[in-house]
């Protein structure tokens, strides 16, 4: 399989954000991965989770929503992290960069969403509407976005671990309010960040799962 990999950069309002772009060969989809903080394009699970979806040939885009600077600010004051409008607009200015390119413009979107990144996720798929194929939330907040996720209309998979008890609770309370396809995944055994053995890959497959179901 021929795969292109490349290092992306894209213009949001008066910032820089940084990718990386795959695209396998005849992909009809593309995930972008979203993240609240500490978590960015060079994480070695958004990677895991990333390849194994080129695998079942889906494109993905690994960036970071955060600039440098804001990274090292959030790591000390946690500003930035629970900034759900901030994270919105950053992700809107990557979506559209994303339908405007030619080599990416004709294919399905899904949105990758952990921890709060899940709730930016969800937040712009109720106002892109149907120009967002597919959500899928591991480990995410969203009941972050509460306020909006009766406007979603693309399929959404919420991926919790099951030792994550306080995070279960506020998932079940979100998927109440989605309109559409839904379901809620529980991970058995699995904490927060899926560090378990096996934890991960599970969460991969079910991704892959919902992503290859609904972008193709």
């Known amino acids: 399989m021929v795969i292109l990999k490349k290092e992306?950069?894209?213009?949001?309002?008066?910032?820089?954000?940084?990718?990386i772009?795959?695209?396998?060969?005849?992909?009809?989809?593309?995930?972008?991965?979203?993240?609240?903080?500490?978590?960015?394009?060079?994480?070695?699970?958004?990677q895991f989770v990333a390849d194994f979806l080129v695998e079942k040939k889906l494109s993905t885009l690994l960036f970071d929503l955060l600039t440098e600077d804001e990274e090292k600010e959030d790591s000390i004051t946690g500003e930035y992290r629970f900034?759900?409008?901030?994270?919105?607009?950053?992700?809107?200015?990557?979506?559209?960069?994303?339908?405007?390119?030619?080599?990416?413009?004709?294919?399905?979107i899904g949105y990758f969403g952990a921890s709060t990144g899940a709730a930016a996720a969800l937040a712009v798929a109720a106002l892109l509407k149907d120009k967002v194929a597919a959500v899928v939330s591991r480990g995410g907040r969203p009941d972050?976005?509460?306020d909006v996720?009766?406007?979603v209309q693309a399929p959404v998979l919420l991926?919790?671990?099951?030792?994550?008890?306080?995070?279960?609770?506020?998932?079940e309370v979100a998927y109440e309010e989605l309109p559409g396809v839904k379901k809620i995944d529980?991970?058995?055994?699995?904490?927060?960040?899926?560090?378990?053995?096996?934890?991960?890959?599970?969460?991969?497959?079910?991704?892959?799962?919902?992503?290859?179901?609904?972008?193709?």
């Open 8 to 19: 992306v950069t894209i213009k949001c309002q008066d910032q820089t954000l940084h990718g």
């Open 21 to 46: 772009l795959t695209m396998p060969e005849l992909s009809s989809g593309i995930v972008l991965f979203v993240h609240g903080s500490g978590s960015g394009r060079h994480s070695p699970r958004n």
């Open 83 to 108: 900034d759900i409008v901030l994270l919105t607009d950053r992700l809107k200015s990557v979506t559209d960069w994303v339908r405007s390119e030619p080599e990416l413009s004709g294919k399905k």
């Open 144 to 146: 972050l976005a509460l």
């Open 149 to 151: 996720l009766s406007d």
């Open 159 to 171: 991926i919790v671990g099951g030792n994550d008890t306080q995070v279960i609770s506020l998932n």
């Open 186 to 216: 529980i991970v058995p055994g699995a904490t927060h960040l899926f560090e378990e053995p096996g934890a991960l890959k599970t969460v991969a497959e079910l991704a892959a799962a919902w992503f290859t179901k609904y972008l193709s």
